[in-house]
């Protein structure tokens, strides 16, 4: 009995077949991110991601900012190095997530962070004792700026060169009547 599909059709299909069943064994790369108190806001280098507990499926490995906030504690910052595992480092990721997806997940579980509360009595008083401090750095710079400026010196007058300076006395005698018509006829 013949094939009811030509061969070539077949073929396609099931690559197709293959291409979406190996499509669903990519492999997930999540991060999981906790604190104390629970409910911090979490930001993966500039972008808020969520509140912990946190599970995130992220794309990239290497060096990221964690950052924590919650409101009444100080914020928690740190670069943690998110490395590949032996599967997901070249060459190795061609074959296990291109050409044959095996589907092989990874965890990044981040220590635990205990977020400190915040008093905000010390943040003041240091504050206040760097503002008054750089008023008299900025001063004392302005009093040495003003100490080694020399006194601006005050330019001669420029003379002129002594042909351009006119000699007093009588001038030439204004030309005649023919004269003047001479001069415009050649003109």
């Known amino acids: 009995m013949p094939c009811p599909m030509p061969r070539g059709r077949l073929r396609r299909c099931a690559l197709l077949a293959l291409a979406i069943g190996a499509a669903g064994c990519r492999p997930t790369r999540t991060l999981v991110v906790d604190s104390v108190p ?3 806001v979490v930001r993966l280098d500039e ?3 969520g509140r912990t507990p946190l599970e995130y499926r ?3 490995y290497g060096e990221r ?6 409101p009444g504690y100080r914020t928690h910052s740190a670069r ?3 490395r590949a595992p032996w599967h997901a480092r070249f060459p190795l990721d ?10 092989l997940d990874h965890r990044v579980v981040l220590p635990t962070v205990v977020l400190e509360a915040d008093s905000g ?3 003041a008083p240091a504050t206040g004792e760097f503002v008054a401090r ?3 750095v900025r001063a004392t710079a302005r009093a040495e700026a003003a100490a080694r400026r020399p006194l601006a010196k005050t330019a001669p007058a420029p003379e002129l060169a002594p042909e351009l300076v006119p000699e007093p006395g009588p001038g030439p005698d204004p030309p005649t009547a023919p004269e003047a018509a001479a001069r415009e006829a050649q003109r």
């Not at 900012?65 to 919650?70: G, K, N, T």
């Not at 061609?94 to 589907?103: Q, Y």
């Open 121 to 123: 009595d010390d943040a």
């Open 47 to 49: 972008t808020v991601i």
């Open 58 to 60: 992220f794309d990239h």
């Open 65 to 70: 900012r964690v950052s924590l906030y919650a």
């Open 80 to 82: 943690e190095s998110i």
């Open 38 to 40: 629970q409910g911090a």
């Open 134 to 136: 750089a008023g008299e």
């Open 94 to 103: 061609l074959f296990t997530e291109v050409l044959l997806p095996l589907g």
